[in-house]
């Protein structure tokens, strides 16, 4: 049966897609190097629009008003810039409401798009530009540790790491947060309560790297400026061994928390990216493996939620679970010794 | 063009759900169609795989394992039709569930009439009303404008009109819509059905066909205030969404391909067979179907003047998970735990099951919290479908559940057919009905395959559904009766062919069970106690036919609506001891 991959590895080749939400103008070229904050393309975003009813306000038919309309499509407008001025000794006119740019006219009426605002597209992680996607953005290749999570804030940001959980169980409270903090990338352990989000927003940090989030700090945790990655999941849970050495072992290394949320149907993921320096770049990691022995896997559901451990031996056919489900299984040796006996769509392979 | 499959023999149905994949092989045996072995994978419309073509193949590669016949060729495309060599199969037919929930907004004109029946229509397959325009919206047309960009729909169902009604008002509504459309990029431009007034069908097409040109047009949903015709929409709407799947996910391209056509949401399968099937088998009861899956939950319902199929995708088990807690509490799912489990233990399985919702449950204590999550999730789902089932629907009190025979039982959370006493009490408990019925279980999930096949084949269907590949659980009686714990409620003695006799004497608050085997039948004689009402008027008793199953004849006497004690201690005690009545642990 094939497996999923969860990358927590400590050298690869990553290729991230980097994309406006709309259509704008990409500013890098092919093989350009990149910092984390650069600028990398960037799009007009109107949130609104005014609709104008030309034909209604100078009381003529469509017909009679599009001739009157004096824009086209595509025109940009000023503020009360006149847009249709009607007949007769006193005649009536149309004008722009507000600044902006006409996107329809047709029917006696004048669709412009208002409030336009500028979005900056930031590369995100240090690399290169592997490949421009024309109007959209870039493909960028950096090569280093990638720390993936399975949940995220939406946010983005960099900064050099430091450890606040000695260990893979620690808790964050907002005491344990100081200015000698600020600007830096934590990793954190679990949080329990609001006051440990807060106090990192007021230093402010450049992101948490957590590994269990309470759901009830969810909406909180959405409104933060800071990026905030979850590495295992939701409860008082530790972070898995795999993901804690390979992050404790990084500190005072420049790392990118690109807390993107997960979207199950396009594969992205929130993750940690360490970039390291390298002479050749390493090979891509495999999404997809096939469950056998040897293979490093971490647990997806109880029992041994959250560990990492080896598969033994995939179990023939069906077998009969502790919860007396039937499903293909593997034997697992957990880190602690234990053996247990999971369903196979329970694991994830890490690599 | 679909090809007839009428003269094929052998048929490969595959079921494409959220969390899997199921290939089921259809044959002549002994000249009548047989329901002859299934295989399972995962689904794969997720990454890494994004593609669902590769778990229709894996589940394929089962069947193959199962059967010991070659259905795939070296490239691992299927074989069709079947080889001299005996590979490959003569037809394919695919169901689909798997894929996000579809963004609707819906367009009508009155809230009662309508939109009302917009949303209905809207219901009956995977989606979500994420916006809604009426008559009585006070936006300006350009804030109704911004309001469609911002729900980012997939799909937008304009009904509104009576045939030969409104016209005016309708086309007014539907200028922000054709606007909205025409300033998206091409490639997010919403599926438009418009199934409004037919007299206005032109100067629909004029008005946003030449801005949407994803403009259908089915027969109105409303044709007069007093009749309501939903079918020819959904059937519309099905191929609709089976086109915006196949630009959501990769591989139904190919599914489509390989089977020529003959592609169809689960849940309007399903629905065609509930149709089917209240049409030749139903008295005056109605059929209940149930499907309780990662995708969404749906219930289909079959009565004499009317059918209704809701899909609930916000009570599906999968990655919607989390978001049960905005329809119901944690206490409200807890209560029918048998475990003393606390709320944030729960809390945190809702959230971590829909980070992966193809995981199951491992152990005892994962899938005690997974049975009272699906009890409340179908509860749930019940309760709204209710509110579409007819007025004259046969029932005991119009307060309770409607009268039902059979009530058939599908999804990855009640087709364990290794418990079937599990998935009974799970259904008595959440759909709660009355009187003498019949539980089935689909335990291969072929409903909605056979809904598939039907259209091309109508044999296969009747046939592969009196050849038992159904699970008969058995027959269930409920009384409707108020009394104290502990009262008789019921007396029944069951005479077995061979002329012995098994007698109950029911208590309020309990469960109790009548041994009759599958395929068995028995004459059933029931004397009410206390104003007790099965069916047969309050106090009344009589004489019924019952056949058997893997249960035999179950009495349920713990009272409609159910009310389970407040005290926690208590309830989970009772809950056990039902269990354990029912077989189960």
């Known amino acids: 049966m094939q497996a999923p991959v969860h990358h927590i590895t400590g050298l690869t080749s990553i290729v991230r897609e ?5 259509s704008g103008k990409v500013l890098v070229r092919l093989n350009q190097k990149v910092s984390p904050n650069d600028v990398i393309a960037e799009a007009n975003l109107a949130r609104e629009h005014v609709l104008l009813d030309v034909a209604r306000i100078l009381g003529v038919t469509s017909n009679m008003a599009d001739r009157l309309i004096k824009c086209k499509v595509d025109d940009r407008l000023a503020a009360s810039a006149v847009i249709a001025v009607g007949k007769g000794l006193f005649p009536r006119s149309v004008a722009a409401p507000r600044e902006g740019r006409v996107v329809v006219v047709g029917g006696g009426q004048v669709l412009m798009e208002v409030g336009e605002t500028k979005t900056e597209l930031r590369a995100g992680i240090a690399g290169t530009v592997a490949e421009i996607i024309p109007n959209r953005g870039a493909m960028i290749q950096t090569a ?25 169980e620690g808790v964050l409270t907002a005491g344990r947060l100081d200015v000698s903090m600020r600007g830096f990338v934590i990793i954190a352990g679990m949080v329990k309560d609001a006051d440990a989000l807060k106090a990192a927003a007021d230093l402010p940090v450049r992101g ?35 993901a804690y050495k390979l992050l404790s072992t990084s500190v005072k290394l420049e790392a990118t928390v690109n807390a993107e949320a997960y979207d199950r149907y396009s594969g992205a993921r929130p993750e940690v990216i360490i970039p390291r320096p390298i002479s050749a770049p390493p090979a891509t990691p495999h999404e997809v493996e096939t469950f056998a022995p040897g293979l490093q896997v971490r647990m997806r559901r109880p029992p041994a939620l959250g560990m990492i451990g080896t598969i033994v031996a995939v179990k023939p056919g069906l077998t009969t679970l502790l919860s007396g489900l039937r499903a293909p299984a593997a034997e697992v040796k957990l880190e602690n010794g234990e053996t247990v006996v999971a369903p196979l769509v329970n694991l994830e392979v890490v690599g | 063009m679909a090809s007839s499959l009428v003269d094929g023999n052998s048929i490969l149905a595959v079921d494409v759900g959220a969390a899997n994949t199921r290939a089921v092989i259809f044959d002549v045996v002994e000249g009548e169609y047989r329901f002859v072995a299934s295989g399972t994978a995962p689904s794969t419309a997720e990454a890494p795989f994004k593609d669902v073509s590769e778990g229709v193949r894996n589940a394929i590669a089962s069947l193959q394992a199962v059967l010991g016949k070659t259905l795939l060729d070296g490239s691992r495309n299927l074989i069709t039709p079947t080889q001299p060599n005996g590979s490959g199969v003569d037809a394919l037919v695919v169901t689909i569930s798997a894929g996000p929930t579809i963004r609707a907004v819906l367009v009508g004109l009155l809230k009662d009439v309508s939109l009302e029946s917009g949303r209905r229509l809207v219901e009956s397959t995977y989606a979500r009303i994420v916006e809604t325009i009426g008559l009585n919206d006070h936006r300006k047309p350009d804030q109704q404008i911004d309001a469609i960009l911002r ?51 032109e100067d629909i097409k004029a008005l946003v066909g030449s801005l949407a040109p994803a403009l259908h047009v089915s027969p109105n949903v409303r044709p007069s205030l007093e009749t309501e015709d939903l079918e020819p929409a959904q059937r519309e709407l099905a191929r609709m969404v089976v086109n915006i799947r196949k630009r959501q996910v990769k591989g139904v391209e190919l599914l489509d391909l390989w089977s020529g056509g003959h592609i169809l949401p689960t849940a309007y399968a399903t629905g065609r067979m509930v149709r089917f099937l209240a049409k030749v088998y139903s008295a005056d009861k109605g059929i209940l179907n149930v499907d ?10 079959g009565f004499k003047s009317k059918f209704t199929l809701n899909v609930y995708p916000q009570f599906g088990l999968g990655e919607n998970l989390a978001g049960l807690l905005n329809y119901t509490t944690l206490e409200d799912i807890l209560r029918w ?23 199951i449950a491992a152990t005892k204590e994962d899938l005690v919290m997974a049975q009272s999550v699906s009890r409340q999730a179908l509860y749930l789902a019940m309760q709204s479908a209710r509110r579409d089932f007819p007025r004259d629907a046969i029932n005991i009190k119009p307060t309770l559940t409607p009268l039902f025979d059979p009530i058939l039982a599908g999804g990855g959370a009640l087709s364990d057919a290794s418990r079937p006493g599990h998935s009974l009490l799970l259904l008595l408990d959440s759909l709660q009905p009355v009187g ?47 009394a104290n714990y502990g009262t008789p409620i019921l007396r029944a003695t069951l005479t077995y062919e061979n002329g012995t006799e098994a007698r109950v004497d029911l208590k309020y608050g309990s469960l109790e069970l009548l041994p009759l085997s599958s395929g068995e039948t028995g004459k059933l004689t029931i004397q009410c106690l206390r104003g007790a009402d099965v069916g047969f008027g309050p106090g009344r008793g009589g004489v019924i036919t019952v056949t058997g199953g893997a249960l035999g004849v179950v009495f349920d006497g713990r009272g409609r609506p159910l009310n389970l004690p407040v005290d926690a201690v208590r309830r989970r005690e009772l809950i056990k001891k039902w269990s354990w009545t029912l077989g189960g642990e």
């Open chain 2, 436 to 482: 003498v019925t019949t539980v089935i279980l689909d335990q291969n999930n072929l409903l909605p395959l056979l809904g598939a096949a039907a259209a091309q084949n109508n044999l296969l269907p009747v046939q592969v559904i009196e050849s038992g590949a159904f699970l008969s659980v058995g027959t269930v009686v409920v009384p409707v009766v108020s």
């Open chain 2, 151 to 201: 729900a980012k729909p997939d799909l937008i169902v304009i009904a509104g009109g009576t045939d030969g009604g409104a016209s005016r008002s309708i086309k007014k509504l539907l200028e922000p819509i054709g606007l909205a459309s025409f300033i998206m990029p091409e490639e997010k431009v919403p599926a438009v059905l418009f199934a409004g007034n037919e007299k206005i069908v």
């Open chain 1, 144 to 168: 280093g540790a990638l720390v993936q999570g399975v949940w995220g804030n939406g946010r983005i940001d960099s900064g050099l790491l430091v450890n606040l959980a000695e260990k893979p």
């Open chain 1, 18 to 22: 980097r994309l406006l939400p709309i």
């Open chain 2, 292 to 301: 309780l899956g990662a995708s969404a939950a749906v219930i289909s319902a």
């Open chain 1, 208 to 242: 948490l790297i957590l590994s269990g989030l309470y759901p009830s700090l969810i909406p909180m945790a959405r409104e933060m400026r800071y990026p905030i990655i979850v590495t295992d999941g939701f409860g008082p849970l530790q972070m898995n061994s795999a």
């Open chain 2, 337 to 359: 735990s048998p475990l003393d489990i606390s709320e944030g233990v729960l809390r945190d399985y809702l959230y971590q099951k829909s980070l992966y919702p193809s995981t």
